[in-house]
């Protein structure tokens, strides 16, 4: 036991990224055993939030996710790849825009670390995912760095990664990103979409799978 607590060590580093304006600190931290990094993650800390901590402020906040939790929705995963390393992370909020051009849009909070990264790389890949994907909806609404260990994906036609077992995939270039509280809107053009499994769709409703 003592030895396996002084295997683990926690290495930093600080950084800084531009981001609609604003220039975030950006702490990164890795998990190191036998000197090696075995995975990482990276705190934001100081990010603006609303929310106050007065029982008022709380209670808000919950009547707001309580409220909105009764909104049911599919699940995707949303990633990108700039060529080094792919991204991506679970997504509720996708959602089609306009039909004529072809435009969908989802919502990333400012603390999503995948965000600057589909900026930059200019295209995402909207992964629709089907009932028996909860584990891989799990993994990418996690903090991890390898998020694609273990799983099968190609590029799409934009290079952004297209998952395997997913009902379909919607494609795009990045078209704007639009600041909205703690959340950005991103809108996508649809450059390739189709379904390619005929699967009942994970959904999500008041805080849990079905
Ligand atoms: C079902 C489900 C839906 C989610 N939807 C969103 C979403 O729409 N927008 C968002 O920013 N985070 C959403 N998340 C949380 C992100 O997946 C999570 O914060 C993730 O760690 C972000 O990864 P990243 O920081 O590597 O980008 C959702 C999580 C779950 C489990």
Not at 35 to 47: H, I, S
Not at 136 to 155: M, R, T, Y
Request: proline fraction near 5%; hydrophobic fraction near 40%; charge should be negative.
């Amino acid at each position: 036991m003592v030895r396996a607590v002084q295997d683990w060590l926690l290495g930093h580093h600080t950084g800084h990224m531009s981001l609609a304006g604003h220039d975030w600190s950006v702490v990164t931290w890795g998990l190191v055993k036998n000197g090696e990094v075995t995975r990482e993650f990276e705190l934001r800390p100081g990010e603006p939030s609303d929310i106050g901590d007065s029982d008022d402020d709380l209670a808000r906040a919950r009547r707001f996710r309580d409220v909105l939790g009764w909104y049911a929705s599919g699940v995707t995963v949303v990633t990108a790849d700039p060529g080094s390393h792919p991204v991506g992370l679970t997504c509720q909020t996708f959602s089609s825009v306009s039909l004529e051009p072809p435009l969908v849009s989802f919502m990333p909070a400012r603390t999503s670390r995948s965000l600057p990264i589909i900026r930059d790389a200019g295209h995402f890949c909207v992964n629709i995912l089907a009932a028996d994907q909860q584990a891989i909806a799990q993994v990418f609404a996690s903090k991890g760095a390898d998020k694609f260990n273990g799983l099968g994906w190609a590029p799409g036609v934009t290079g952004a990664p297209v998952l395997d077992g997913a009902i379909g995939r919607v494609d795009c270039t990045v078209h704007s990103i639009h600041e909205a509280g703690d959340h950005f809107i991103v809108v996508g053009n649809v450059k390739d979409l189709a379904i390619t499994r005929e699967a009942e769709p994970l959904i999500y409703f008041r805080g849990t799978f079905r």
